[in-house]
Each structure stands twice: as C-alpha cells, then as structure tokens.
C-alpha cells in the first residue's frame, strides 16, 4: 500500500494571509488537524493544531553565562526567537511550519508512518510531481490500520 490508497483528496488548504482565529474555526468545524499553507499553487508551509496550540505555550528562555559585566548565550537563542515568532503569529504565514514535510503519492505506508513518528509531523500533505494532491492524518493511518487488520472481537 502507499500514500495515494489512503490519502484525503479533499483537502483544506489556507492562504499565509488567513488570520489564526479563522485557522483555528476551520480546523475546529471541519475537525482536521492541519493544513498546508499555498501560495501561487505550491505548498509554502504547514499549519497545525500543534503549531496553534504553541502560540500559548510558555516560552523557555535561553541561558546566559554572566562574565564579568557580559552575558553570554548559551544556545537555545534561535529556538526562543522562533517561539516568539509564534506567539506573536496574526496569520498563517506566521505561524507556519516549514517546510512542510510532504510524501509523493507513491511513498510506502510504512514511511508515511515513520515520517510521522520521527519528525512528529500530522498531517503529511501528499505530492505528485511537486503538486498537492492530498493528505494523510493520524487518523488516516488508524483507519486503514483498523481496516486491513481487524481486531479479534
């Protein structure tokens, strides 16, 4: 099986000019969990609940080593300024990952899978020759793996 056997072709897409509170309406009335974000036809970035959900998150603030009248920093200055970036976010272009992680049409099941795991990505825009064609969720891969092997009852 491959992405193109399981994959939602009706797939919500937002514009990098939609404002989070409309984001997050949509993601509710239609009870996705992300969106890819385009932009003249190409997946610019992705919008998930998670992306979302971060914008509240409490920031964890870099460290510093105070010598003598100097701070210095001690990494972790580039993740703080991207969690800034999405607190502050107004619009999708703001607070959207990218690049999005995206699978052609004829990626195994199993690497969509491990895509998931390993880069905590949901959902997975799906590409034909660099174009959208569909999406893959969690809940899409729960599905198929319900129906290709039914649980004893």
């Known amino acids: 099986m491959n992405a193109r056997d399981i994959m939602n072709v009706q797939v919500v897409t937002l514009e990098p000019g939609m ?6 309406r949509i993601f509710s009335k239609r009870g996705i969990s992300g969106a890819p974000v385009m932009e003249n036809g190409e997946v610019i970035g992705i919008v998930t609940q998670l992306d979302l959900i971060a914008r509240h998150a409490r920031p964890h603030y870099p460290a510093y080593l105070p010598l003598l009248d ?3 920093p001690l990494g972790g200055q580039r993740e703080y300024l991207e ?4 607190i502050l976010a107004m619009t999708a272009r703001d607070v959207m990952t990218t690049p999005a992680q995206s699978v052609d049409v004829e990626a195994d099941l199993e690497d969509v899978a491990t895509l998931m795991v390993e880069e905590k990505v949901n959902p997975v825009p799906v590409l034909e020759h660099g174009k959208l064609v569909g999406i893959i969720s969690e809940a899409d891969l729960i599905r198929h793996l319900e129906e290709a092997q039914p649980l004893p009852s």
Request: hydrophobic share 60%; aromatic share 0%; no cysteine.
């Open 19 to 24: 404002l989070v509170p409309d984001i997050a």
């Open 70 to 72: 100097a701070r210095i």
């Open 83 to 86: 969690v800034v970036r999405r």
